[in-house]
């Protein structure tokens, strides 16, 4: 059976609240503010080992936090969507990654400030570069067009919201 959703527009931004690391497996805490419109009953909580590519969502209701917890080594990417009484879903949020272990030390994607998760502190960093209060890289010009500008952080910014993967 095909379920049709219908998309609610808003946007939620998810954040990573705390990880733990642990030998075996970890827990990774998210949180978020509330969605606003008046019909949400619910979210969803997406989890995957690839950037927009999820495991079947976790159904947790009314609640702005949850704890993933038994993950393994590795990068894992989170979103989050709203549900109404109707049985609509939002589209999904911005993208959290948290990468578990210290096997990996591969950088994560458009991770400007260097603490391993994409968020609202990486633009503040990257607007950092941009006003030369903190050295530039070819890592930070992320729409590869030989300069860190503006166009940089409105990639990043839409990056963040869930709109585009990182380039």
């Given at each position: 059976m095909i379920i049709q959703k219908r998309q609610m527009t808003f946007y939620i931004a998810i954040f990573l609240v705390c990880g733990n690391s642990l030998a075996v497996a970890a827990d990774v805490s998210l949180a978020w503010d509330p969605g606003i419109l008046p019909d949400i009953t619910g979210y969803k909580v997406y989890v995957g080992k690839e950037s927009r590519i999820y495991n079947n969502p976790i159904v947790i209701g009314n609640q702005t936090s949850y704890r993933v917890t038994g993950l393994t080594d590795g990068t894992w990417y989170f979103s989050v969507t709203a549900t109404d009484g109707?049985?609509?879903?939002?589209?999904?949020?911005?993208?959290?990654?948290?990468?578990?272990?210290?096997?990996?030390?591969?950088?994560?994607?458009?991770?400007?400030?260097g603490d391993k998760i994409v968020s609202k502190p990486d633009l503040q960093a990257l607007n950092d570069i941009i006003l030369n209060k903190s050295p530039a890289s070819s890592a930070h010009d992320l729409n590869k067009d030989g300069k860190v500008n503006a166009l940089d952080l409105q990639i990043l910014s839409n990056v963040i919201l869930g709109l585009r993967g990182c380039p």
């Amino acid at each position: 059976m095909i379920i049709q959703k219908r998309q609610m527009t808003f946007y939620i931004a998810i954040f990573l609240v705390c990880g733990n690391s642990l030998a075996v497996a970890a827990d990774v805490s998210l949180a978020w503010d509330p969605g606003i419109l008046p019909d949400i009953t619910g979210y969803k909580v997406y989890v995957g080992k690839e950037s927009r590519i999820y495991n079947n969502p976790i159904v947790i209701g009314n609640q702005t936090s949850y704890r993933v917890t038994g993950l393994t080594d590795g990068t894992w990417y989170f979103s989050v969507t709203a549900t109404d009484g109707k049985g609509n879903e939002s589209g999904f949020s911005n993208e959290v990654i948290k990468t578990i272990g210290t096997t990996l030390i591969t950088p994560v994607p458009c991770d400007i400030n260097g603490d391993k998760i994409v968020s609202k502190p990486d633009l503040q960093a990257l607007n950092d570069i941009i006003l030369n209060k903190s050295p530039a890289s070819s890592a930070h010009d992320l729409n590869k067009d030989g300069k860190v500008n503006a166009l940089d952080l409105q990639i990043l910014s839409n990056v963040i919201l869930g709109l585009r993967g990182c380039p």
